[in-house]
């Protein structure tokens, strides 16, 4: 029998099984993944890291890994207009420091790739078995154990069985846990470009009526889009004619870093919220997009994936230390309670700004433009929101979050 079984290899289930292994190497830990063993070197997608996920990445011993493809987002500019409209007034900026100092940046923008790397190469370092090509097709709990059924036949017993396979997680379903679902009809295209003239490390989100437009910096005269359109119209654009995708792709993203070109692929995601009424339940716990899925409006939902890693890691380790049952509802109800408020907040915050943001009516705008015109007038209120974008707000905050080990 081992203490920790993962199911699923992604960020989430990575993270929190590499810190399993670097607190309490003890821990007989273990996680499978239904995907290829090479599957994640075909993402071409990257990511958002806030400063406490860089915190966390940097207490496992892999930041220092992921730096060098890190390009650090050093300022956020907000507009809010019309695709046709000639001119994109700027209502709302953000200088790209965080609060930690006057020098670390509030986030990062890295290639889910570079991080998925790290985490499989600390795993390595650890002895840390990871199954590829081996899912978890159902379980039974019982009193001192849950026994795993395998997608390959075998079976294994655990203390703790941890999903985190994903926003339409099975195992969520198998444990009886019910969600909070809603489709907003839209999808998110990503791709990558190149242009002439560089970014400067500025991150732009450009409120459109049909979702916000979104480029990021990378490493290099390169940014990472995110495009929200409604469902039908990004599908059309994602399997379409190349010259139209870049046509429309060009009116969006405008011409002040001079010519543009493609260099990825691009793939359309739909979006939704999704949040788990539970995270808990005998011997079961979830994390990651298997207990929140949030519109990428915020970009904050991989970083929610981390504090649940932060938060489920500390509260297993210090519960074994103590020699308590860290399957029992007893334990796993800490970690329960220091995630689901957060959680539900940020659903909340995401799903209020979808609503207000992606509609093109006038009195809205009008409103929503005046918002965001005072926010920018105040530096309090500037700081207090980007303190809580760094993910370092509260006061009962998980070690690995601001930088120490559990």
């Known amino acids: 029998m081992i203490d920790v079984l993962v199911a699923g290899g992604g960020y989430v289930g990575l993270s929190l099984a590499v810190a399993l292994k670097t607190a309490a190497p003890y821990l007989r830990v273990e996680l499978v993944d239904g995907a290829p063993a090479e599957a994640w070197k075909r993402d071409e997608r990257a990511s958002a890291l806030v400063a406490a996920a860089r915190n966390l990445l940097d207490v496992l011993g892999v930041w220092d890994q992921i730096a060098p493809e890190a390009e650090p987002i050093r300022r956020m500019v907000i507009t809010d207009s019309r695709t046709a409209d000639p001119v994109r007034p700027v209502f709302l900026t953000f200088e790209g420091t965080g609060s930690e100092d006057d020098s670390s940046p509030f986030a990062h923008m890295v290639p889910n790739r570079a991080v998925t790397g790290s985490l499989l190469a600390a795993a390595d370092r650890l002895a840390l078995p990871v199954h590829w090509a081996t899912s978890a097709v159902d379980f039974s709990t019982g009193p001192h154990a849950t026994e795993v059924r395998l997608s390959n036949g075998e079976t294994i017993e655990t203390r703790l069985l941890v999903a985190c396979d994903g926003v339409r997680s099975k195992l969520r379903d198998i444990a009886g846990i019910k969600t909070i679902r809603f489709d907003y009809g839209q999808s998110g295209i990503v791709t990558m470009v190149e242009h002439e ?63 543009l070109k493609i260099v990825g692929g691009r793939r359309a995601f739909p979006l939704g919220l999704t949040l788990a009424r539970s995270f808990i339940a005998p011997r079961f716990a979830l994390a990651g997009d298997a207990a929140h899925g949030i519109h990428p409006i915020s970009g904050q939902g991989l970083n929610l994936g981390f504090k649940d890693v ?9 519960a074994d230390r103590l020699g308590l049952d860290i399957g029992s509802l007893a334990v796993l109800e800490r970690y329960e309670t220091w995630r689901r408020f957060d959680t539900f907040r940020m659903g909340v915050t995401t799903d209020v700004l979808t609503r ?13 433009d005046l918002g965001l015109g005072i926010v920018d007038r105040l530096p309090g209120l500037k700081s207090f929101f980007i303190r809580q974008a760094e993910g370092l707000s509260g006061s009962d905050q998980p070690r690995m979050l601001i930088g120490q080990p559990i």
């Open 356 to 368: 207000l943001f992606s509609n093109d009516i006038t009195p809205v705008r009008v409103v929503r």
């Open 310 to 318: 932060a938060a489920l890691a500390e509260t297993i380790v210090e």
């Open 197 to 259: 003239r560089p970014h400067e490390g500025t991150a732009e989100e450009h409120f459109l009526p049909s979702g916000p437009f979104a480029t990021l910096p990378m490493t290099g005269n390169r940014s990472s889009l995110v495009w929200t359109e409604r469902t039908e119209d990004a599908n059309r654009l994602v399997a379409g004619d190349d010259l139209v995708f870049e046509e429309e792709l060009e009116r969006r993203f405008g011409h002040k870093l001079g010519a």
